[in-house]
């Protein structure tokens, strides 16, 4: 006498197990959208002085840094439209800083179309890492972000202009 098999059991049993499995898992997606540097490795651009693309390369020790005298901006090209709240600046290391910082944003590189989003002093210090987080205060859809700065000295650097969202 012959005896079956029941390969469809088997396999229904198997993915069953994968599933019950799988559901124990917690998945939160807007918790790794929010982690993620929507500028790292993106076109920038800048008003003047060294090279934009420093800005955005993810090593804060190159930065840009603009000819000195008045005002200066740093803008990155997000790719497309991106849902944006956080504006993270690193400056390189002490002696080099930004102080008034407005963050505008855009869904078109035309200067004009800019829009102002926040502004205000802050101080890089050895207590902060450098670092400076800007929070907007409601999140915004822009595929373009500048950081305009002033004054502009030898000393007015960004090492990183990250940008993230929800």
């Given at each position: 006498?012959?005896?079956?098999?029941?390969?469809?059991?088997?396999?229904?049993?198997?993915?069953?197990?994968?599933?019950?499995?799988?559901?124990?898992?917690?998945?939160?997606?807007?918790?790794?959208?929010?982690?993620?540097?929507?500028?790292?490795?993106?076109?920038?651009?800048?008003?003047?002085?060294?090279?934009?693309?420093?800005?955005?390369?993810?090593?804060?020790?190159?930065?840009w840094?603009?000819?000195?005298?008045?005002q200066?901006?740093?803008?990155?090209?997000?790719?497309?439209?991106?849902?944006?709240?956080?504006?993270?600046?690193?400056?390189?290391?002490?002696?080099?800083?930004?102080?008034?910082?407005?963050?505008?944003?855009?869904?078109?590189?035309?200067?004009?179309?800019?829009?102002?989003?926040?502004?205000?002093?802050?101080?890089?210090?050895?207590?902060?890492?450098?670092?400076?987080?800007?929070?907007?205060?409601?999140?915004?859809?822009?595929?373009?972000v500048?950081?305009?700065?002033?004054?502009?000295?030898?000393?007015?650097?960004?090492?990183?202009?990250?940008?993230?969202?929800?």
């Open positions: 006498m012959k005896k079956f098999r029941y390969p469809k059991k088997r396999l229904s049993i198997a993915l069953l197990a994968v599933l019950l499995t799988a559901s124990s898992f917690s998945f939160q997606p807007g918790s790794a959208s929010a982690s993620w540097n929507k500028a790292l490795g993106r076109y920038a651009w800048a008003s003047s002085g060294s090279s934009p693309a420093n800005g955005v390369d993810g090593v804060p020790n190159t930065f840094q603009p000819s000195g005298g008045g200066g901006w740093l803008t990155v090209d997000l790719g497309s439209s991106q849902s944006v709240q956080q504006i993270v600046l690193k400056s390189p290391a002490y002696g080099h800083w930004v102080e008034a910082v407005s963050v505008l944003t855009s869904d078109s590189a035309d200067d004009g179309s800019f829009a102002a989003q926040t502004s205000g002093t802050y101080a890089f210090y050895s207590a902060n890492s450098y670092t400076v987080t800007i929070q907007l205060p409601n999140a915004v859809n822009a595929r373009y500048r950081v305009n700065v002033a004054p502009v000295s030898t000393a007015t650097t960004i090492g990183e202009l990250e940008v993230y969202g929800p």
